[in-house]
């Protein structure tokens, strides 16, 4: 499209003045513009499911760090507290050397009686000071544990505010006047005929089933339904349906089957797009997949993209 030069007559302090304004872009140009940032807010959308993962893992490693040091801490306080009471029984019984109260006691049969039980108030403070040395090691290093845990926490709570503030930054400029009318233009793909889907039923074909209801409903980035979808979402939602659980990251869902060729794919199968596996579908046949684009798309039956980079099923 041609894109159309307009100009503008600005007034400034009661004079006239005629001014030449840049040709606006082409309704193209604002459309590749607007590809090319919604695909970088999809891109980063996974990364952000990513890092939403791995902070869930953090946040419980924290939870048992900290369970772990405060059950340490109660272990080590109470065998401080035994040696204390074992070193005072020994205090009592006698504080003396065994050989000096042999020699000086008037009553050796009676001290040899009394030298056992010192010996066995020793014995226990030995095995309970061993033990308290342990607790205390183990608590030093359920602290330090507990204490990383939380540093971790913290970088990924700052990486995933990054992730939003960018992709925050990027929908600003996605929800513009001009680059809504190219995203309108954008969403224009075509429509398809209806599918005529394998008899046999799998895992596979009652996901992809499930995933074609949803068909209309728009991409939201790090949604998983039940109306808005990012990609990897509407593939979490879809097999959810039928009881399987997957992660909600494109990077993980690329390890969750076994991998398939190109010339095998099946109706179901995932189907992984771009270098950094950002981007997935569910693919239908015949060259076809549902997927949820990008921001500023509904889920659509679209064709396999030529980013193709693999695929996986699920079994």
Same mark, same amino acid.
């Given at each position: ?14 004079? /006239?003045?005629? +001014?030449?304004?840049?040709?606006? =872009? ?37 939870? *048992? ?27 009592? /019984? ?23 039980? #010192? ?13 308290? +040395? ?10 330090? /544990? ?8 913290? $970088? ?20 513009? /006047? ?41 991409? $939201? ?14 593939? $979490? ?21 076994? *991998? ?18 950002? *981007? $997935? ?11 949820? =684009? ?9 064709? #396999? ?11």
């Amino acid at each position: 499209m041609l894109a159309v030069a307009t100009v503008a007559v600005l007034v400034q302090g009661g004079a /006239s003045q005629a +001014q030449t304004i840049r040709p606006q =872009p082409s309704l193209t140009t604002l459309v590749n513009q607007a590809k090319k940032l919604s695909n970088e807010v999809d891109s980063l959308s996974q990364q952000y499911d990513a890092l939403k993962i791995e902070i869930a893992n953090a946040k419980s490693a924290e939870k *048992h760090a900290k369970q772990a040091a405060s059950e340490a801490q109660a272990a080590m306080s109470g065998s401080q507290q035994a040696v204390s009471q074992l070193a005072a029984m020994g205090y009592m /019984s006698g504080g003396m050397d065994p050989t000096l109260q042999m020699l000086t006691s008037g009553d050796p049969v009676r001290f040899l009686n009394q030298a056992s039980t #010192v010996q066995e108030i020793d014995n226990q403070a030995g095995m309970r000071l061993t033990s308290l +040395q342990s607790e205390q090691l183990a608590a030093a290093r359920a602290q330090l /544990s507990a204490k990383q845990q939380i540093a971790t926490v913290d $970088v990924l709570q700052q990486q995933i505010n990054s992730k939003v503030s960018s992709i925050q930054s990027k929908l600003k400029v996605l929800n513009s /006047s001009a680059m809504a009318q190219a995203m309108a233009v954008f969403d224009q793909t075509g429509s398809y005929p209806n599918i005529a889907l394998p008899e046999v039923s799998n895992v596979g074909t009652i996901a992809l089933r499930a995933a074609l209801t949803k068909v209309g409903d728009w991409y $939201v980035w790090g949604a998983a339904g039940p109306t808005t979808f990012d990609c990897s979402g509407l593939v $979490v939602w879809a097999f959810a349906q039928e009881g399987i659980l997957l992660p909600h990251y494109t990077g993980s869902l690329w390890n969750s089957g076994m *991998h398939v060729s190109r010339a095998d794919l099946e109706p179901g199968d995932l189907v992984f797009f771009f270098p950094d596996i950002s *981007h $997935v579908g569910i693919y239908i046949g015949n060259g076809l997949m549902v997927d949820a =684009p990008s921001t500023g798309q509904k889920v659509q039956v679209q064709p #396999v993209f030529d980013a193709y980079v693999g695929a996986v099923r699920i079994a």
